[in-house]
Structure formats: C-alpha cells, structure tokens
Nanobody, 127 residues
Framework: QVQLVESGGGLVQAGGSLRLSCTASARSIFQYWPVAWFRQAPGKEREFVARILWSGADSSYSDFAKGRFTISKDNAKNTVDLQVNNLKPEDTAIYYC???????????????????WGQGTQVTVSA
C-alpha cells in the first residue's frame, strides 16, 4: 500500500507564494507512475490542478493553474512539488497529491483515475 503525505500548506496573504510537497512511502515510486495535484475548496468538488509524468518530461495544467502553478519532481528527495505564485483568495482549498498506479501519456484529470491519495494540506489565502 502506497502512502502519500502532503506538506507546505499554510496561511498566506494574497500575492504570496507557497511550495507544496508530496512524499511517498515507497521509494522511487514517482519514477514509475504519473502524479497529480488536485484541490478542493469548501462546498466545491475536488478539481484537477496539474499532473506530471513519471519521467518528468511532460506536465499539464488546468486553465486556472497555467502561469502561476508549477509542478515538478525531485527523484533524489522522492517528492513531487507544486509551486504556487501570486496566490489569490480563490486558491483557498485543501490541496491533495494523487498517484495513478498505471502508466498513461494522457492528461488524466478525473479523481477516479488516480487510486492513491494523500490526506491533503490546507492552503488559506487572505485578501
């Protein structure tokens, strides 16, 4: 069983930045399968933010994430990070890391397409 743990969330002012990290209990697992970040705001459905392939060669973003969010992976640290810049109050949400235990080159943005999830890290952006 793979366990994912997110960290790096917190309370920031609008315009600030955060770097979220996702670590896995299984060593090197991010080098085999795609990883995504999702977020869920209060009263809303969980939505796709970004995903990166196991090779790190390709990453994709939802429209709202383009330009401010950057997903990356660090094989040495066994982490997948999400850098978020110029934070806005509407970015307030719980951010989740998710892993799909099969390979696909497609941009899979549905929650059902990922079978391992972390507990999430809270990001709160004040105006």
């Amino acid at each position: 069983q793979v366990q994912l743990v997110e960290s790096g969330g917190g309370l920031v002012q609008a315009g600030g930045s955060l770097r979220l990290s996702c670590t896995a209990s299984a060593r090197s697992i991010f080098q085999y399968w795609p990883v995504a970040w999702f977020r869920q705001a209060p009263g809303k459905e969980r939505e796709f933010v970004a995903r990166i392939l196991w090779s790190g060669a390709d990453s994709s973003y939802s429209d709202f994430a383009k330009g401010r969010f950057t997903i990356s992976k660090d094989n040495a640290k066994n982490t997948v990070d999400l850098q978020v810049n110029n934070l806005k109050p509407e970015d307030t949400a719980i951010y989740y890391c998710a892993l799909r235990s099969s390979r696909s080159q497609f941009v899979l943005s549905g929650t059902r397409q990922y079978n391992y999830w972390g507990q999430g890290t809270q990001v709160t952006v004040s105006a």
